[in-house]
């Protein structure tokens, strides 16, 4: 059973265009990370949201954690070929050194 | 700072053999841990240590062994390789602060074994 599931799993789109991916679980967390990944690459830490209801900009890139920690949305706005990459959500729960991971969303924008 | 740094990047292995991944980080990091991705299947953990000397399994640990001697290294083993085990392998030392932990990943080793 995957803790967190993340929708849609592949996404391309054009330049421009707007997108929302999402990261979902029944399970509470104490905190959800998004991370972007490059072919080749390690992935790259975006941002971390503690907070219930917690909304974070990191430039184009908008980033909600749902009232309940149950979930989290990534929004994209205007879309650039630059934001190509795998997004993955990650959660980790109270009392655990560990990270549960989402299986990702592949983006691709297309110039 | 260097990060966190992984040799090989590339590993071909026979099916049988022995290997050791390694892995440091220069960010005096208390936890460090050892994930593999798959195809379809995302990241999974393999084992992790929250100090030195101290290691636990993670989702994914059979065939695997690590050790955690110093606060910097935190290599993995293979002790007999087999096919199952191709796999792109990433290390990851993480910085606490309150409710959670946030991961710095190395660049990965991409392993065969045929």
């Known amino acids: 059973t995957q803790l967190l599931e993340q929708s849609p799993q592949f996404l391309s789109i054009q330049e421009g265009e707007n997108l929302t991916v999402y990261c979902n679980s029944s399970s509470v967390f104490s905190s959800l990370q998004w991370y972007r990944q490059e072919p080749g690459e390690g992935p790259v830490l975006l941002v971390t949201?503690?907070?219930?209801?917690e909304v974070k900009k990191l430039k184009r890139l908008t980033f909600q954690f749902g009232d309940a920690r149950k979930d989290s949305s990534l929004h994209i706005t205007a879309a650039q070929p630059g934001d190509t990459g795998l997004y993955l959500c990650?959660?980790?729960?109270?009392?655990?050194?560990?990270?549960?991971f989402g299986k990702g969303t592949k983006l691709t924008v297309n110039p | 700072n260097a990060g966190v740094t992984q040799t090989p990047k590339f590993q071909v292995l026979k099916t049988g053999q022995s290997m050791t991944l390694q892995c440091a980080q220069d960010?005096?990091?208390?936890?460090m841990s050892w994930y593999r991705q798959d195809p379809g299947m995302g990241l999974r953990l393999i084992h992790y240590?929250?100090?030195?000397?101290?290691?636990d399994q993670g989702e994914v640990p059979n065939g695997y062994n690590v050790s955690r001697s110093t606060t910097e290294d935190f290599p993995l083993r293979l002790l007999s390789a087999a096919p199952s085990q191709t796999s792109v392998y990433f290390c990851?030392?993480?910085?606490?602060?309150?409710?959670?932990?946030?991961?710095?990943f190395g660049p990965g080793t991409r392993l065969t074994v045929t």
């Open positions: 960010m005096n990091h208390e936890y």
């Open positions: 990851a030392s993480s910085y606490v602060w309150g409710p959670t932990y946030e991961q710095y």
């Open positions: 949201v503690v907070t219930g209801g």
């Open positions: 240590s929250v100090g030195a000397g101290i290691t």
């Open positions: 990650a959660g980790a729960q109270g009392g655990s050194e560990k990270l549960v």
